[in-house]
C-alpha cells in the first residue's frame, strides 16, 4: 500500500547516456513533484506538474524534462548525463492547491560515472 | 528570495529530554510550513503541517509553532527516544512561488539511549 512509489532505487550509469526514473503515486493526487537532493543534502524543487500546468525551476537544464503518461505518474527522463547529476532525486505528490502536505516517495539513488 | 535556515545543523540528546529545532525563513509572505524527517538513506516524511494563519500544531509528542511575523517555526519533541533520530527538515510555501515548497538544510538530531 506504498503511496508514492519510485524506482529504480539505485541507478549507476556512464556519462552521457539517457535514463529514466519512474514515479508512481495511489493517493489519488493532482500534483506531483520532482526535487533534486545534492550531495550537501540540500532539497531543491525541479518540477511541479498537475494535469493543467507544468512549472519548471529555472535553474534545472534542459537535459531534464518530467513526463506524465496520466495524473498517477510523473516520470523523470534525464538526456547526456553528466557527472554533476549524481544525487538523491525525490518524486512527491500532493492535492492541488497551497493548503496540501506533500508526501515523498523513498528517493533514487543516481550516480553518473 | 526565500531562504530557509535551521539551527542548530546537528543536536545531540539523552533519552527522555524534550528539545526544540528551529526553522527561519526570510520572507514572512507564506502559505504554510510543513516539517518532516528523513531517516537515512530514505524519502521524507510528513510529520506536520501548520497553515499561515495557524500557530501550532500537534502530533502526539510532537509540537510545531508558526510565528509568520517573524518568520521562525519550532518543533518541539517531548520525551525525546532513539526512534527519533532522523534528520528534520521544515519547509515553507510562499505567496509568490505557490506551487513549491523551499527547504531548510536540516537538523540532524541523535538521540542517544
Known amino acids: 500500500d506504498t503511496a508514492v512509489s519510485q524506482t529504480p532505487k539505485y541507478l549507476v550509469t556512464q556519462m552521457g547516456n539517457d535514463k529514466s526514473i ?16 545534492d550531495s550537501k543534502k540540500f532539497l531543491k524543487i525541479m518540477f511541479s506538474y498537475n494535469n493543467k500546468e507544468l512549472i519548471i525551476n529555472e535553474t534545472v537544464p534542459n537535459r531534464f524534462s518530467p513526463k506524465s503518461p496520466d495524473k498517477a505518474h510523473l516520470n523523470l527522463h534525464i538526456n547526456s548525463l553528466e557527472l554533476g547529476d549524481s544525487a538523491v532525486y525525490f518524486c512527491a505528490s500532493s492535492r492541488s492547491g497551497i493548503y496540501n502536505e506533500q ?11 | 528570495k526565500q531562504e530557509v535556515t535551521q539551527i542548530p545543523a546537528a543536536l545531540s ?14 520572507d514572512s509572505a507564506i502559505y504554510n510550513l510543513q516539517w518532516f ?25 510532537l509540537n510545531a509553532s508558526l510565528d509568520k511575523s517573524s518568520g521562525r517555526s519550532t518543533l518541539y519533541i517531548a520525551a525525546s527516544q532513539p526512534g527519533d533520530s532522523a534528520t528534520y527538515l521544515c519547509a515553507v510555501r510562499h505567496l509568490t512561488d505557490g506551487q513549491n515548497f523551499v527547504f531548510g538544510p536540516g537538523t540532524r538530531l541523535s538521540v542517544l539511549p
Not at chain 1, 519512474?22 to 537532493?37: A, F, I, R, S, V
Not at chain 1, 508526501?103 to 560515472?113: A, E, K, M, Q, S
Not at chain 2, 540528546?13 to 526570510?26: I, W
Open chain 1, 22 to 37: 519512474k514515479c508512481e503515486q495511489n493517493l489519488g493526487h493532482d500534483t506531483m513533484y520532482w526535487y533534486k537532493q
Open chain 1, 103 to 113: 508526501f515523498f516517495g523513498p528517493g533514487t539513488r543516481l550516480t553518473v560515472l
Open chain 2, 13 to 26: 540528546v539523552p533519552e527522555g529530554e524534550n528539545l526544540v529545532l528551529n526553522c527561519s525563513f526570510t
Open chain 2, 37 to 61: 524527517r528523513q531517516d537515512p538513506g530514505k524519502g521524507l516524511t510528513s510529520l506536520l503541517l501548520i497553515q499561515s494563519s495557524q500557530r501550532e500544531q500537534t502530533s502526539g509528542r
